[in-house]
């Protein structure tokens, strides 16, 4: 691969994450919970990184263990 094809593909790798973000801010706005918020970001997190699995993790004050509050890929508890 030549150095100008990894160039356009990073390139074109930032234009999709940057319409991700907007479009993301756009849902942001018009969200009825952050729950719903959490299950849009974590689904274009997945999209835009092409992986089977994304969330969002909260850390419990109480007992300082990570817990899964949105997610994609697989079932949150």
């Known amino acids: ?3 100008r094809v990894v160039v356009d593909q990073r390139l074109e790798m930032r234009i999709r994450q940057g319409q991700a973000l907007a479009d993301l801010g756009k849902r ?3 969200a009825t919970t952050i729950e719903h918020l959490f299950d849009d970001a974590t689904a274009t997190v997945a999209e835009i990184l092409g992986v089977e ?7 419990d004050p109480d007992d ?3 817990r899964l509050v949105a ?5 949150v508890r």
């Open 1 to 3: 691969i030549t150095d």
């Open 28 to 30: 942001a706005l018009s």
């Open 53 to 59: 699995m994304s969330g969002v993790l909260r850390d």
């Open 64 to 66: 300082g263990i990570m």
């Open 71 to 75: 997610g994609c890929g697989w079932s």
